[in-house]
């Protein structure tokens, strides 16, 4: 599929971001219904588990749905940083009453794969979007012969050119702002990341493919923002946490609708890479970037026990609060009411520049 054929098939090129741990088919499917683009993340998903949601999105519409993968670089266990990390947790496992366990757990977040291409040739996916750069070479050749049109977020510029050399067929502009993740990839200076609306020109102005602008757009004014400096569609993530089809426990739930969110931060605490959330005790404690972190994604074994304890007792202390910096767009409604509000947005001003129509 083309970037055309897509725009075609939408009411408005408006993107729900794909969000791993918050969601699956169904709120894609709603924002679908909205004539957005729906996404499912599976970076947290067995092949088994990427079939039967697949399955699920296409027995349930024909509109085009976007499926997510991470592609990082498996770690090697390092006993001795795991070490640091369970000395640096101990004092937090003692006042929860838990023992740790000298094991080091596996990987939470898996990256893309041939068992997962395996389940893509099933069901040819109109778009695939990755984070943390490209597969292999052979892995996105797997994906492309699927007719699939390929998206990556870019935080700088010279990411956008990597991904566009390297066959992308829509760069995402991923700014500062954005909840979740840094799908940074080429760097791992933070000093390297720009907010959205300095990355988005720059970006539009390195590369000839299509731009997709994500972080911090959650109002209708962002949007005709973002379409102003030569966006070619938004992506939107933390406007639909609190939509009803999102899978948002009820303590994140709170904490986005509360003045608690004005305060978000990169932290590497919960997954071993730097990722944005609101700013909770752990955070506050420990980091929010903490050196004895173990690599992505090594990190999260020894905290969801932390994480479970206390959210058991209602408290979320451990728990990764995830959140871009602009909470404006949250609210529970439907994600079908949420997107097409932000349809609406991109349709009201001027029509798409020329150089995506
Ligand atoms: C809870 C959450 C989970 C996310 N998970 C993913 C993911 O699995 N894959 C991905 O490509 N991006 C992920 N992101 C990042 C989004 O794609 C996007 O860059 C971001 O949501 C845009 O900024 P905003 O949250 O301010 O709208 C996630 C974001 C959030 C808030």
């Known amino acids: ?44 998903w067995t092949a ?10 296409t027995q349930a519409t024909q509109a085009p749905y976007n499926i997510n993968f991470f592609c990082h670089a498996s770690p090697d266990i390092d ?23 000298p094991a080091v757990a ?16 099933v069901f040819r996916p109109p778009v695939v979007s990755f984070h943390f750069g490209l597969p292999a070479p052979d892995l996105l050749a797997r994906v492309k012969a699927c007719g699939s049109l390929v998206m990556s ?9 990597w991904l566009e050399a390297h066959g992308a067929d829509v760069v995402i502009a991923q700014g500062l702002e954005a909840g979740g993740h840094r799908g940074m990839f080429l760097s791992t200076d933070l000093t390297t990341q720009l907010g959205t609306f300095a990355l988005l020109p720059q970006i539009v102005r390195a590369v000839k493919v299509p731009v997709i602008a994500a ?17 070619s569609g938004v992506q939107i993530g933390t406007s639909f946490l609190c939509s009803h089809e999102a899978n948002t426990n009820a303590l994140h739930r709170a904490v986005l609708q509360s003045p608690q ?21 752990v955070m506050r404690e420990l980091g929010p970037i903490s050196e004895h972190a173990p690599a992505f994604p090594l990190a999260t074994a020894d905290i969801a026990p932390l994480r479970a304890a206390a959210e058991a007792k209602g408290l979320q202390d451990f728990t990764p609060l995830w959140s871009g910096q602009n909470t404006a767009g949250v609210r529970e409604a439907s994600a079908t009411d949420i997107a097409l509000d932000f349809v609406k947005a991109w349709r009201a001003g001027d029509p798409i520049s020329p150089r995506i129509a």
């Not at 588990?49 to 999105?57: D, G, N, R, S």
């Not at 977020?153 to 050119?161: I, L, P």
């Not at 972080?215 to 973002?226: R, S």
């Open 79 to 101: 006993a001795a940083k795991h070490k640091q990390w369970q000395h640096a947790l101990a004092p937090h496992y003692q006042e929860l009453g838990l023992t740790q366990s």
């Open 215 to 231: 972080g911090g757009i959650a109002t209708a004014a962002g949007v005709q923002a973002a379409k102003t400096l030569g966006a």
């Open 153 to 161: 977020s870019a935080t700088t510029v010279a990411e956008a050119q």
């Open 261 to 281: 969110s004005q305060h978000t931060a990169l932290t590497n605490l919960f997954s071993g890479r730097p990722a944005r959330g609101v700013v909770n005790r």
């Open 1 to 44: 599929m083309t970037f055309n054929d897509l725009l075609a098939r939408l009411a408005a090129p408006i993107v729900q971001a794909p969000m791993a741990g918050s969601q699956n088919h169904r709120l894609a499917l709603a924002v679908c219904a909205a004539g957005g683009l729906g996404s499912m993340p599976a970076a947290m």
């Open 48 to 57: 088994q588990e990427l079939h039967q949601e697949l399955t699920a999105v």
């Open 106 to 121: 596996g990987a939470a977040r898996t990256p893309f794969s041939h068992d997962m291409a395996d389940v893509l040739e």
